[in-house]
């Protein structure tokens, strides 16, 4: 039976577009049964429209707290009756309810070859101290700032001219191939979390 998997997203979901086509052209064993979004405005919505995937929307302008915005989003999560959960650049931090909900079910991409520059803009503190290798990291998602266990990454060079727009820019078509990779072993079973490190099975 294939996977259900539920993808979480705030702006224009190119990853999320990544996954979808993945599955539609048989690459991922999956089904994609919800958006989750937290922005009315987000194209990641005309994405799901168009695949006929149901759009849950959690906004987080709407709610008076925090705590409320987490309350909600995790009832949408479960709602959604996923095995996977992906973040496909949702723009918050999850608080600890929510991951200690769905351990060892939910995978985020990151810009960069963690550990190394975490949190936002990590394309542009990539060019500010002058690596000469970057890239893409697959993790589970846990409740460190991304350092959850890493599941798949992916090298891109630096180049002298890059900026941070054009280094993000090659880092995304790499995203594009790695996420709908490390989707696809998981929803093969073949994923296995031993303490901090993830082994993939043959």
Same mark, same amino acid.
């Given at each position: 039976?294939?996977?259900?998997?539920?993808?979480?997203?705030?702006?224009?979901?190119?990853?999320?577009? @990544?996954?979808?086509? +993945?599955?539609?052209?048989?690459?991922?064993?999956?089904?994609?049964?919800?958006?989750?979004? =937290?922005?009315?405005?987000?194209?990641?919505?005309?994405?799901?429209?168009?695949?006929?995937?149901?759009?849950?929307?959690? =906004?987080?302008?709407?709610?008076?707290?925090?705590?409320?915005? !987490?309350?909600?989003?995790?009832? @949408? /999560?479960?709602?959604?009756? @996923?095995?996977?959960?992906?973040? +496909?650049?949702?723009?918050?931090?999850?608080?600890? !309810?929510?991951?200690?909900?769905?351990?060892?079910?939910? /995978?985020?991409?990151?810009?960069?070859?963690?550990?190394?520059?975490?949190?936002?803009? +990590? $394309?542009? $503190?990539?060019?500010?101290?002058?690596?000469?290798?970057?890239?893409?990291?697959?993790?589970?998602? =846990? !409740?460190?700032? *991304?350092?959850?266990?890493?599941?798949? $990454?992916?090298?891109?060079?630096?180049? =002298? *001219?890059? *900026?941070?727009?054009?280094?993000? *820019?090659?880092?995304?078509?790499?995203?594009?191939?790695?996420?709908? !990779? @490390?989707?696809?072993?998981?929803?093969?079973?073949?994923?296995?979390?031993?303490?901090?490190?993830?082994?993939?099975?043959?």
């Amino acid at each position: 039976m294939k996977k259900r998997i539920a993808v979480l997203a705030s702006g224009r979901g190119s990853n999320f577009q @990544a996954v979808i086509d +993945a599955i539609a052209a048989g690459k991922v064993p999956a089904r994609c049964v919800a958006l989750i979004t =937290d922005n009315p405005k987000a194209y990641a919505i005309e994405r799901a429209e168009k695949a006929h995937i149901p759009v849950r929307m959690v =906004d987080f302008a709407a709610f008076p707290t925090r705590e409320a915005y !987490e309350r909600a989003l995790l009832v @949408a /999560m479960q709602e959604a009756r @996923a095995d996977l959960y992906v973040l +496909a650049g949702y723009m918050r931090i999850l608080g600890s !309810e929510v991951v200690r909900a769905f351990p060892g079910r939910m /995978m985020n991409i990151h810009p960069a070859l963690l550990p190394s520059f975490t949190g936002l803009h +990590a $394309q542009r $503190q990539a060019v500010l101290h002058g690596v000469k290798v970057s890239g893409c990291t697959v993790h589970f998602v =846990d !409740e460190s700032l *991304d350092g959850g266990p890493i599941i798949l $990454q992916t090298c891109v060079p630096v180049q =002298d *001219d890059d *900026d941070e727009e054009s280094l993000a *820019d090659r880092i995304l078509e790499r995203e594009h191939e790695c996420f709908p !990779e @490390a989707i696809r072993l998981f929803c093969e079973d073949r994923l296995e979390i031993v303490g901090r490190k993830v082994r993939v099975r043959k």
